[in-house]
């Protein structure tokens, strides 16, 4: 594997919030476009609730995953491990969406979550101790 599949990891975890806010739109009373948030707010079906919160948990790990990659290759951290970590990341972000919209079992949800954010500190992790050996 090599860094553009990270990279296009990265596209993909990019988007994912986006799917999942059209999952919300898509299962409520009809959307309206003039005060999305308040739409949100005034909704009683659970699952566009559960999927707004999986859009807010995608952008909220978004910016961690792609700072773990840019910084981990800029380390010289092997490509491959990179690659294999995003991939990790992106697959336990698309089933933290789906386990989160359908609403299963919140101990699913809680494991992949934690699979994925795992994936970014070891990113971060491989990244500070290949500098370190480096100096």
Known sequence: MTIAVAYWCVLVAALLPYVW?????GSG??????????????????RV??????QLNAFEAFA??????????????????I?????VFVVCRLLHGVVYTQGM????????????????????????LRVGHAG
Not at 113 to 125: Q, R, S
């Open 21 to 25: 806010t059209t999952v919300a739109k």
């Open 29 to 46: 009373e009809r959307y309206d476009n003039r005060d999305p948030r308040g739409w949100i707010a005034r909704q009683t079906n659970p």
């Open 49 to 54: 609730q559960r999927a707004n919160s999986a």
């Open 64 to 81: 961690p995953f792609a700072a773990g990659v840019v910084f981990a290759q800029l380390a010289g951290v092997p490509e491959a491990r």
């Open 83 to 87: 690659a294999m970590l995003s991939v």
């Open 105 to 128: 079992k919140h101990s699913l949800r809680s494991l992949v979550w934690f699979v994925g954010f795992a994936c970014v500190v070891a990113l971060f992790i491989l990244a500070a």
